[in-house]
């Protein structure tokens, strides 16, 4: 399979946060300046003559009136030197490219940045520039205080609605419970107890626990598939696990459709297992899970792939060879570790790997086969057990990739330990991950600023571990463009919420139950009829929709940025998600209910009520005309019987649900 120029990222105009920033006001990045300690300073006579004599610049008082120092919240510390100085290499790398270390030179504490020759500086709570943004003028760019929220936001959450947005993000739907956790906990100490909580009980289990292990239906049909990874969605406590495992099985792409074979659900339940038991661990580890797990093996035919026979012509299969290559590890470009692709000297891309190299590397994944051997077996156990080899059948060619070598006669456990060290080990690993991870979770076009911190954590830990998905996840949670609020009003900043988040994230956020306690949803892939998204059936290896993909003819690809989620998106799709919620929300579904309690006790008070939905369901982020419009329909409706207070109810959300303010998520 083949990948279109379409689909790759698009890196031609750059969308970044500092880029926009200087376009419409090249002073207005230095507003991200501050600090108040002076812990870990160094003496330096460097510090220019101008920084001797504190003023300020004309042009660069415009700074403070674009920002809205009115939302600051009092609870807000006001940041130390570092703490401002660290924020500000984050949230305008292009100016202030770091890490630099502080320096001193009294009154001033400040870094200096040889790569731009900009200095920014603090002196007695005031902040100062100077170099070629400030036209090479000592600029006085505003007070600490000016900036304690923007700093702040990194660490913690002083109003709900930054604690619904980092939910928003993070889990699978926002509640009470988690806005008072995370607003207690701040946001990295609240990872800190979602990376150390366990995983929840798992789909094979709730399989097992319903008797479908021993259905005699369940051998050859998918009964009971669809209900396992609902109640899972829909339901487990581990939310931020959960959606980190969906954002991978939309990378690393298994769909039902394409598994062969007894026990399909067996055989999807035990995938999502994989992936869920992994979300957390290390790159490294995934990659071998997935690659010998049996689903994986039956659908791009690594199970059953036999060496080459001269006789007959055979040669091994090159389908996963291919695409752990294209989609799982390195993408079909060289790239720089901030994303970009790589160019020869002629400004041509530079191809990852060639036919040579898949055909070689095909060689590893030859002698593996689903592990059906063992006596007593009875039920689906083989379907969760990795893959095992048959030595008869592994190529002892000498294979050559990417720089490894296998040399001739090298066994299959040893020649696939150097392939999957050799992948997990590309420099392309961390940008190409990272980037996927943060279009999953955050935005669908990050700036290669983003792109660059992130693969760095990839790349090491920060105590030297490659890989290491939980410091991965955090970075890309945590990161300045993440968490800086200012950073939602950006052109690039957002991603349209898939249709299957949208029904989950309703279902938790109004704690909806099972009546039945299957979670009897069923499949929702019809766009037609339905969501248009149902998990774990994507129609390709391409998922659902691809990182690359370009709305034609829009905006968004006029301005050089991709869409991904609107690969789904269509006059059959929006209308279907709309009846399919309307559906939902109203309580008709047959089994799964929302339950309003807590809605229905402010139905009296359209306001109050609006403001509840908005701040579960998009963070409080409805434009004025759109709250406005929600709010006189809410208010058309009677409130003086028990079905007048529940329309109230469904229309709010259902409206909420409808509008681009919540589709868009920023």
Known sequence: MTQTQAEQPRTDTDTSAAHWLLGTAAAAALSACGGGDEFGQAESAALPAAFGQPGSAQQMRHILAATDTSAVPTA?????????????????????????????????TYRFY?????????????????????????????ALADFASRVSNRLYAFTDAQASRFLGQATLGVTDADIAAVRSLGFDAWLTQQFAQPPSSGNW????????????????TAI?????????????????????????????VVGVDGVTGAYRQFKM????????????????????????????GVYLNTSGNRKEDAASGRQPDENYAREVMQLFTIGLVELNPDGTPRRDAAGKTIDSYDQATVTNLARVFTGWAVDTLRQGD?????????????ANQHSMLEAN???????????????????????AGHPNVGPFIGRQLIQRLVTSNPSRFYVARVAAVFADNGRGVRGDLQAVIRAVLTDV??????????????????????????????????????????????????????????????????????????????????????????????AGYLNTMQSFVSRLQRDVRPDYSAELALASNPGALLARVELLLCAGQLQESTRATILNAVNSIAASTEAGRANRVYTAVMLVMASTDYLVQK
């Open 76 to 108: 807000a510390p006001l940041p130390t030197t570092t703490q401002l100085l660290d924020w500000a290499e984050l949230a305008y790398t292009e100016l202030f490219p770091g890490p630099q270390t502080n320096l001193l030179s009294a009154p001033y």
């Open 114 to 142: 040889p790569a731009t020759n900009h200095y920014l500086g603090v002196a007695d709570g005031r902040v100062y520039l100077l170099g070629p943004a400030s036209a090479n003028v000592l600029a006085d760019v505003g």
């Open 205 to 220: 289990d709730w399989l097992v626990a319903k008797g479908y292990d021993l259905n005699p239906e369940a051998r050859n």
């Open 224 to 252: 009971g598939f669809d209900m396992q990874i609902w109640q899972r969605l829909l339901s487990a406590p581990d939310s931020l696990r959960q959606r980190v495992a969906l954002a991978l099985s939309e990378i690393f």
């Open 269 to 296: 339940a035990a995938w999502w297992d994989l992936l869920v038991a992994n979300a957390f661990g290390n790159f490294r580890s995934l990659l071998e899970a997935v690659t010998l797990n049996n689903a994986m």
């Open 378 to 390: 009875v039920g689906p156990e083989p379907a969760r057990r990795p893959m095992v080899l048959n």
């Open 401 to 423: 990739f990417l720089g490894a070598r296998v040399p001739a006669g090298t066994a299959g456990v040893p020649a696939l330990k150097i392939a999957l060290d050799t992948l």
């Open 481 to 574: 463009e993440a968490r800086d609020e200012a950073v939602a009003t950006w052109p690039p900043t957002g991603k349209l919420r898939e249709p299957i988040l949208r029904l989950v994230q309703c279902a938790r956020s109004f704690k909806a139950t099972s009546l039945s306690g299957n979670w009897d949803i069923g499949s929702t892939a019809d766009p037609a009829r339905s969501l248009g998204q149902s998990p774990l059936r994507s129609p390709s290896v391409f998922n659902f929709f691809r990182p690359g993909y370009v709305p034609a003819g829009t905006a968004v690809a006029a301005a050089g940025m991709v869409a991904p989620e609107f690969q789904l998106a269509n006059e059959s799709s929006v």
